[in-house]
């Protein structure tokens, strides 16, 4: 498969997880990949499997951060095409024992940084008139969960962002889209289930069967099927897909 060859994708969060998967599927289908994180041993990891990547360690909470590291892949690479923000975190805490910096970590981390990365490489975008901007967002921006209330915000913000600037730039033949997934076997579901069995008492495999069960196929979502969707959204022939959020969930939440 070689339908995005030529096409520069630049993915946050791309050590692990959902980001290494969506890198892996870009790259199979011919893109260029920026890898971007904030620890370089994982993205090396990550790089040393795929044919075209280069490494870029940056805080995407960081204005300055952003913009600098942006330029350095224009440079090495070319000027995105494509912009995957999957960079993300999720703590909890009950409202009322959620302190301003929790807020705050998440709202950065889960918003501001995909706005700062998009701000960023729309000028190029908009002068070549085409490119796809793919927000990873949540069902937590879709719904409400108990005890993440500062992940649930950062997250309906950041789908709010992605209907907003769709219709913005729609002209300019650039896309913005969302995919929101339910729970995926990530490193963010491990920190999760360590925590509701430190706070609970139940074991993992009961902590497992009682989030698994929000998906009504019984189980979690495979970071590979996130990043189908994604390469889906990003193809030449998707661009009559704008503003939309797509649930990979299993059915959890549905989008009408």
Excluded at 16 to 26: N, V
Excluded at 160 to 177: I, K, Q
Excluded at 236 to 251: E, R
């Amino acid at each position: 498969m070689s339908e995005l060859v030529g096409q520069i994708a630049l993915v946050t969060g791309a050590g692990t997880g959902i980001g290494a998967a969506i890198a892996r599927r870009l790259d199979a289908a011919g893109a260029s990949v920026a890898l971007v994180g904030r620890r370089k041993e994982p993205l090396e990891d990550v790089a040393a499997g795929l044919s075209r990547a280069a490494t870029f360690t940056a805080d995407i909470t960081g204005e300055s951060q952003v913009t600098g590291m942006v330029a350095r892949v224009t440079q090495e690479l070319g000027a995105p095409t494509i912009l995957v923000n999957n960079a993300g975190a999720a703590q909890s805490a009950p409202f009322e024992r959620t302190s301003l910096t929790l807020w705050n970590e998440m709202l950065g981390v889960n918003l501001t940084g995909a706005f700062l990365c998009a701000r960023a490489v729309l000028p190029a975008m908009k002068n070549a008139g085409a490119g796809r901007i793919v927000n990873i967002a949540s069902t937590a921006g879709l719904k409400g969960y108990d005890y993440v209330a500062a992940y649930c915000a950062a997250k309906h913000g950041l789908v709010g962002m992605t209907r907003a600037l769709a219709g913005e730039v729609a002209r300019h033949g650039v896309t913005v889209n969302a995919v929101c997934p339910g729970f995926t076997e990530t490193p963010m579901l491990d920190a999760s289930l360590e925590n509701i069995t430190g706070k609970t008492g139940m074991s993992v495999e009961e902590a497992s069967l009682a989030l698994s069960k929000t998906n009504p196929q019984g189980r979690f979502v495979t970071p590979e099927e996130v990043a189908d969707a994604v390469l889906w959204l990003v193809r030449p022939s998707s661009g009559a897909l704008n503003g939309q959020s797509v649930a990979v969930a299993g059915g959890e939440v549905m989008v009408g």
